[in-house]
């Protein structure tokens, strides 16, 4: 080979790894700027979702107390001093918590991600089924006429099963959020 040839050969070589090496850093540093962006992204998003994730799990977690605060015996459903647990002021304080949990749900939904939404919006549905059953059963008592113990039966149970349901969510939630906020911007998973 002529060294004319070979100058040229290993010039050409040269250029080509130092092409490929430029090529090579841009891309990692590209790619560690974009996850450095992702990573403040996420950090900038946390605290105002704890503060909406907070204000959703409140309502909840008191509703899940309301209803877990009757007991339902003989055809009725009593409350700890053993009298009628749907009276009306009752019956509206869960519509009212119903409300509440609407209300935060709808933060909730835009703050996302999906998975954290799709719960948040079960539990918004059994809390919406909480209240109709237990407005159903403050008429019921409120009517007190024959024939009613079937109905009774039917939406205590209805009312005792939902509340379970928002039970169980709850941890369901707890634990999506927890992940939410765990994320530390580096994975693609949320």
Same mark, same amino acid.
């Given at each position: ?6 100058? !040229?050969? %290993? ?14 850093? %841009? ?32 309502? @909840? ?11 339902? &015996? ?26 509440? @949990?609407?209300?935060?749900? !709808?933060?909730?939904?835009? /703050? ?12 918004? &549905? ?7 059953? /237990? ?11 024959? %024939?009613?113990?079937?109905? @009774? ?26 992940? !939410? ?10």
């Amino acid at each position: 080979m002529d060294a004319g040839l070979a100058a !040229v050969c %290993g010039a050409l070589a040269g250029a080509v790894a130092t092409t490929g090496a430029a090529f090579a850093a %841009g891309w990692w540093q590209r790619e560690n700027s974009r996850l450095a962006v992702r990573a403040e992204h996420r950090k900038q998003r946390r605290q105002p979702r704890e503060e909406t994730y907070k204000n959703f799990i409140s309502p @909840i977690s008191e509703l899940r107390d309301l209803a877990r605060s009757g007991e339902f &015996l003989n055809g009725y459903f009593l409350d700890e001093q053993g009298r009628n647990y749907f009276t009306l002021s009752k019956s509206e304080e869960i519509a009212i918590k119903a409300q509440e @949990i609407r209300q935060a749900w !709808v933060d909730v939904s835009l /703050a996302g991600p999906n998975g954290i939404a799709e719960t948040a919006t079960n539990m918004r &549905l059994h809390a919406q089924k909480l209240s109709h059953h /237990a407005s159903l059963l403050t008429e019921i008592y409120i009517a007190d006429t024959e %024939g009613n113990d079937d109905r @009774i039966r039917k939406h205590a149970k209805q009312f005792h099963l939902t509340g379970r349901m928002l039970s169980d969510s709850i941890e369901v939630f707890l634990s999506k959020a927890r992940d !939410v906020l765990d994320d530390d911007g580096v994975s693609k998973s949320i």
